[in-house]
């Protein structure tokens, strides 16, 4: 009977686990993704940067400016990709229940 619960499992156990080598591919690639788009950010406004310290801005301001431009950048996808994996998760639920 054991054998006949495993032979009956393999193919979703094997579905499950692809399912989580392309969830991590995908988890990967868009951090290399948000990466490169906020480092090409900070790197287009690197004069800017250098121009406020100039002026005498402290390093803090600095840092808050750049964190709330990365945050302007980041939030919008993160919403927007949370509510459309959601969305797609109650539809392929559905459609494969009934």
Do not use: N, W
Not at 28 to 38: D, F, P
Not at 66 to 77: I, N
């Amino acid at each position: 009977m054991t054998r006949l619960v495993e032979l009956t499992m393999a193919d979703q156990r094997f579905e499950a686990r692809l399912l989580g080598v392309f969830s991590l591919l995908a988890l990967g690639l868009a951090a290399i993704g948000i990466y490169g788009v906020l480092a090409s950010d900070i790197a287009s406004r690197s004069h800017e940067i250098g121009l406020r310290m100039a002026l005498g801005a402290s390093r803090a301001s600095v840092v808050r400016m750049v964190l709330r431009r990365t945050a302007m950048l980041v939030v919008p996808g993160l919403v927007i990709g949370v509510s459309g994996a959601l969305l797609l998760t109650g539809i392929l639920t559905k459609s494969c229940m009934g």
